[in-house]
């Protein structure tokens, strides 16, 4: 089953408070880290790392466990395959909501996606549904291990509970399914696409950076 935890860095924006995070972190994550010009970022490539390697102590979750973490502002995401499967593929992906980019989704987003969010009457609705692509867009980009060099356009998107791969690429027969996020107070649109079809409905918020 695909789980996803939640967890908010605000209190790694404290110095002391991050390098004690900071020192637990592999090499590689240090340097990551390091690159960061702003201690949001900084915080946030810690952030997830930490928030992985807690699920898998807290949780018994074996490192070959497919994984996939995300970060936006003051939250960090991780979905990760429980069960072990060898073979399946999970991408996240959580974004605040800000005022929707009508210029991106017109160059980037499928005809009937940017049509979607041109019938929102409201400019709350138009971020709320801009969001809601993006979020769901990016997490099967990610699951695909392809990222930014699929094309945004080469897969289609249709909004339901849950929703839909309309079309995809060939080159991914497999098929996807996804879940949506919200939270109360949060606002944070929040995705994850899964080559598992058993994704967990319930976001799990109980790890934390004290």
């Not at 900071?22 to 490539?45: C, T, V």
Request: proline letters at 4%; one cysteine or more; charged letters at 30%.
């Amino acid at each position: 089953m695909i789980r996803t935890w939640i967890a908010d860095i605000t209190p790694l924006y404290d110095e002391a408070h991050y390098r004690k995070y900071y020192r637990q972190l592999p090499n590689f994550r240090k340097e990551k880290a390091d690159r960061m010009r702003f201690q949001e970022g900084k915080a946030q490539s810690a952030g997830a790392w930490t928030l992985l390697q807690s699920i898998r102590k807290e949780y018994g979750v074996k490192e070959q466990a497919a994984f996939n973490l995300s970060h936006s502002g003051d939250f960090v995401l991780c979905s990760v395959d429980t069960d072990g499967g060898l073979n399946t593929q999970v991408g996240c992906d959580i974004e605040k909501i800000k005022e929707a980019n009508m210029k991106v989704a017109g160059r980037f987003f499928c005809p009937s996606e940017y049509e979607e969010i041109l019938r929102q009457e409201s400019a709350a609705e138009k971020s709320d549904v801009f969001y809601r692509f993006w979020v769901l867009k990016e997490s099967f980009m990610k699951a695909t291990r392809q990222g930014m060099a699929l094309d945004m356009k080469s897969f289609e998107i249709g909004l339901g509970c849950p929703p839909v791969l309309k079309r995809k690429p060939d080159e991914f027969p497999r098929s996807y399914y996804y879940c949506e996020y919200k939270l109360d107070g949060v606002p944070y649109k929040i995705a994850v696409c899964s080559t598992e079809k058993k994704i967990d409905t319930e976001i799990h918020t109980e790890l934390r950076f004290d």
